[in-house]
């Protein structure tokens, strides 16, 4: 598939997405929402997937100027039917992946940005990058999942604070937070993103894919949902030929071979 909004690259088992709007700051319109679910319907034998954005910046938010039914400025409903039926879908299919999603925060990333960035299992931002739910400041709310998203990292009083007070918050202080994996030197982000994606793009992709269920049911379920789905998922990992192949390199005192399968 050709895409117009992102750019989509694919190294052996790694796919990266970047957001290619540089000029907007990778301000999203319902197009590269679109898009972005497209890439992940499309992934084909990846086994990670990298996201972030060309430029100086990953993701300013939704654009506002974009045309067509999305357009918040177009009409009142205009919002609501760009989240239903472009951005809620693209953020859910991050969300269920079944392979790691890694996304590499170099610039601002705000509102659907912020909820994109931190749909990733493992968030690196550079240092000059920030998060942030600015909605409060045009009299709106957060979406694309920050509320859930924001709630669940960082707990009540934090995801308040980003919300209602629309504050930016550093990489630094995200990291120190526990809303991102690592804030590195802006330099040294891409190589260091994409080194870690390829260390999970060579893993257990199957035990993988279980833990993000596993993880998934633990945010929302009780203790005894997640026992049974970590029987369950033990059951099906224990059966992947990754499995066999970490059994026998650890009898054998050697490095294992994965192969995603």
Same mark, same amino acid.
């Given at each position: 598939?050709?895409?117009?909004?992102?750019?989509?690259?694919?190294?052996?088992?790694?796919?990266?997405?970047?957001?290619?709007?540089?000029?907007?700051?990778?301000?999203?319109?319902?197009?590269?929402?679109?898009?972005?679910?497209?890439?992940?319907?499309?992934?084909?034998?990846?086994?990670?997937?990298?996201?972030?954005?060309?430029?100086?910046?990953?993701?300013?938010?939704?654009?506002?100027?974009?045309?067509?039914?999305?357009?918040?400025?177009?009409?009142?409903?205009?919002?609501?039917?760009?989240?239903?039926?472009?951005?809620?879908?693209?953020?859910?299919?991050?969300?269920?992946?079944?392979?790691?999603?890694?996304?590499?925060?170099?610039?601002?990333?705000?509102?659907?940005?912020?909820?994109?960035?931190?749909?990733?299992?493992?968030?690196?931002?550079?240092?000059?990058?920030?998060?942030?739910?600015?909605?409060?400041?045009?009299?709106?709310?957060?979406?694309?999942?920050?509320?859930? +998203? &924001?709630?669940? $990292?960082? #707990?009540?009083?934090? *995801?308040?604070?980003?919300?209602?007070?629309? /504050?930016?918050?550093? !990489?630094?202080?995200?990291?120190?937070?526990?809303?991102?994996?690592?804030?590195?030197?802006?330099?040294?982000?891409?190589?260091?993103?994409?080194?870690?994606?390829?260390?999970?793009?060579?893993?257990?992709?199957?035990?993988?894919?279980?833990?993000?269920?596993?993880?998934?049911?633990?945010?929302?379920?009780?203790?005894?949902?997640? +026992? &049974?789905?970590? $029987?369950? #998922?033990?059951?099906? *990992?224990?059966?992947?030929?990754?499995?066999? /192949?970490?059994?026998? !390199?650890?009898?054998?005192?050697?490095?294992?071979?994965?192969?995603?399968?």
């Amino acid at each position: 598939m050709s895409y117009e909004t992102i750019l989509v690259e694919k190294d052996g088992p790694l796919t990266t997405i970047t957001l290619n709007r540089p000029d907007r700051l990778n301000a999203m319109p319902p197009q590269m929402a679109d898009e972005i679910g497209a890439a992940f319907y499309d992934l084909g034998d990846s086994r990670a997937v990298l996201i972030t954005g060309a430029g100086k910046g990953f993701c300013s938010g939704a654009d506002l100027a974009a045309r067509g039914e999305g357009s918040a400025l177009q009409n009142k409903g205009g919002s609501h039917r760009a989240l239903q039926n472009h951005y809620n879908p693209a953020i859910n299919q991050v969300l269920r992946a079944d392979v790691p999603v890694i996304c590499a925060v170099n610039g601002p990333a705000a509102g659907v940005g912020c909820s994109l960035a931190l749909a990733g299992d493992f968030v690196l931002a550079g240092k000059s990058a920030y998060f942030l739910q600015a909605f409060v400041n045009i009299g709106l709310v957060p979406d694309g999942g920050s509320t859930w +998203l &924001l709630s669940r $990292a960082i #707990g009540r009083a934090r *995801a308040t604070r980003m919300m209602m007070l629309g /504050e930016k918050i550093g !990489a630094e202080q995200a990291e120190d937070w526990g809303l991102i994996y690592k804030a590195v030197d802006d330099d040294a982000l891409l190589a260091e993103a994409k080194a870690l994606a390829q260390k999970l793009a060579n893993g257990p992709t199957v035990a993988y894919a279980t833990m993000k269920r596993n993880i998934a049911t633990a945010l929302d379920g009780d203790l005894t949902q997640v +026992l &049974l789905a970590e $029987a369950e #998922g033990q059951r099906t *990992a224990g059966a992947s030929k990754d499995a066999t /192949e970490g059994g026998m !390199a650890f009898l054998q005192k050697r490095k294992p071979e994965f192969k995603g399968e």
